[in-house]
Antibody
Framework: VQLVQSGAEVKRPGASVRISCKTSGYVFYSYAIAWVRQAPGQGLEWMGW????????MYAQSLQGRLTLTADTSTATVYMELTGLTSDDTAVYYC??????????????WGLGTPVIVS | DIQMTQSPSTLSASVGDRVSITCRAS??????LAWYQQKPGKAPKLLVS???GSDIGVPSRFSGSGSGTEFTLTIYGLQSEDFATYYC????????FGRGTKVEIK
């Protein structure tokens, strides 16, 4: 299983960022992908979840209205778009694959992370 | 939202020690709890799922327990490579992480 994320981003306040997570090594439709971020020196924050099985999503309440998770099934790639960026969104963003099928699952496989700086 | 309260925030220990980290959920989550280890500059690594099930390849010195609202990760015989930050995560309703416990060298 591999999750390959796109490269680092530098954005101005108010802009949007889109990060990709290209998956391989397993049947794409069988597992969901979650996004987790980590601000500098801080803990992990769960952002949202995308089901590759049926396209359903769950978003953290704190990010509702600003976060959108989508996928390109032809390339087994999941996308995370965050709008209205502020300095509080400066963080490393991780995609991670569920351990098993369904809405209640820990995260077994992780990407390496994508740093986003908002300045 | 379910809140996860993790303690202590920092723990000083020596190689060979037994250490325990606690996570408390604001409401019952059954056994929908995972533990992760994270080292600086690296992605988190899954250690334990369903409160007590170790992931493949995780050393047996890592042990999870608990259900409902109280959970514990115990490391028996701390090794040098275990100095890291540990997080709990509930996945019963959406998902939430604890604030982390840094295990440092005494």
């Amino acid at each position: 299983v591999q999750l390959v994320q796109s490269g680092a981003e530098v954005k101005r306040p108010g802009a949007s960022v889109r990060i990709s997570c290209k998956t391989s090594g397993y049947v794409f439709y069988s597992y969901a992908i979650a996004w987790v971020r980590q601000a500098p020196g801080q803990g992990l924050e769960w952002m949202g979840w995308f089901s590759a099985h049926n396209g359903s999503t769950m978003y953290a309440q704190s990010l509702q209205g600003r976060l959108t998770l989508t996928a390109d099934t032809s390339t087994a790639t999941v996308y995370m778009e965050l709008t209205g960026l502020t300095s509080d969104d400066t963080a490393v963003y991780y995609c991670a694959r569920d351990m098993w099928f369904g809405e209640k699952s820990p995260l077994q496989h992780w990407g390496l992370g994508t740093p986003v700086i908002v300045s | 939202d379910i809140q996860m309260t993790q303690s202590p925030s920092t723990l000083s220990a020596s190689v060979g020690d037994r250490v325990s980290i606690t996570c408390r959920a604001s409401q019952s989550i059954g056994t929908s709890l995972a533990w992760y280890q994270q080292k600086p500059g690296k992605a988190p690594k899954l250690l334990v799922s369903q409160a007590s099930g170790s992931d493949i390849g995780v050393p047996s010195r890592f042990s999870g327990s608990g259900s409902g609202t109280e959970f514990t990760l115990t490391i028996y015989g701390l090794q040098s490579e275990d100095f890291a930050t540990y997080y709990c995560q509930q996945y019963s309703s959406y998902s939430t992480f604890g604030r982390g416990t840094k295990v440092e060298i005494k």
